[in-house]
Antibody, heavy 118, light 107 residues
């Protein structure tokens, strides 16, 4: 079964850091680009970042540039999101998703919650 | 950056109704558009990709159309499990973006 499982969320103070992980199973991880999408409480979906299958190409939303770093460990079938200089408006559920080429995010994890608060 | 605007933002309908949601892009995106359904507390679920291709396992009452800047998602006969929030998303170029969502409620 194709599956994504996020972890690493939690409560962090403003200015702090957090690393999210997304463990993939049931497919050839290195063959797919991967992405992070977040959803603030009561709000819509916001694309955050994406990484190619090899890890050699990355892209970020303006809100993530300079603070977040996406990476992957293909030998471990794991996607990461390193988040630094966190702000209150980064509070959200963070989802990882598999990118089916340029066509869609076809597999999603269940999400991990990040709360930035003092 | 490409902006997506969905209409309506809220839709009240009854079981058995036919409903259409529109997604307009701020510039042409060919057919690089997907539609997702999200229920409260759950991850989004892919319904439609490349504007009109129905994802495996999605009921045939869901359909999509459009190209360029205007797209539609149609549910031909609403079922109780269809009441949810729907999002369009473009994958034409980075940064990807989503529409603001359409919440479909039971009348």
């Amino acid at each position: 079964e194709v599956q994504l499982l996020e972890s690493g969320g939690g409560l962090v103070q403003p200015g702090g850091s957090l690393r999210l992980s997304c463990a993939a199973s049931g497919f050839t991880f290195s063959s797919y680009a991967m992405t992070w999408v977040r959803q603030a409480p009561g709000k819509g979906l916001e694309w955050v970042s994406a990484i190619s299958g090899s890890g050699g190409s990355t892209n970020y939303a303006e809100s993530a540039k300079g603070r977040f770093t996406i990476s992957r460990g293909n030998s471990m079938n794991t996607l990461y999101l390193q988040m630094n200089s966190l702000r209150a408006d980064d509070t959200a559920v963070y989802y990882c998703a598999r990118l089916d080429g340029d066509y869609a995010m076809d597999v999603w994890g269940q999400g991990t919650t990040v709360t930035v608060s003092s | 950056d490409i902006q997506l605007t969905q209409s309506p933002s809220f839709l009240s309908a009854s079981v058995g109704d036919r409903v259409t949601i529109t997604c307009r892009a701020s510039q042409g995106i060919s057919n690089y558009l997907a539609w997702y359904q999200q229920k409260p507390g759950k991850a989004p679920k892919l319904l439609i990709y490349v504007a009109s291709t129905v994802q495996n396992g999605v009921p045939s009452r869901f359909s999509g159309s459009g190209s360029g800047t205007e797209f539609t998602l149609t549910i031909s006969s609403l079922q109780p499990e269809d009441f949810a929030t729907y999002y369009c998303q473009h994958l034409s170029s980075y940064p990807y973006s989503f529409g603001q969502g359409t919440k479909l409620e039971i009348k």
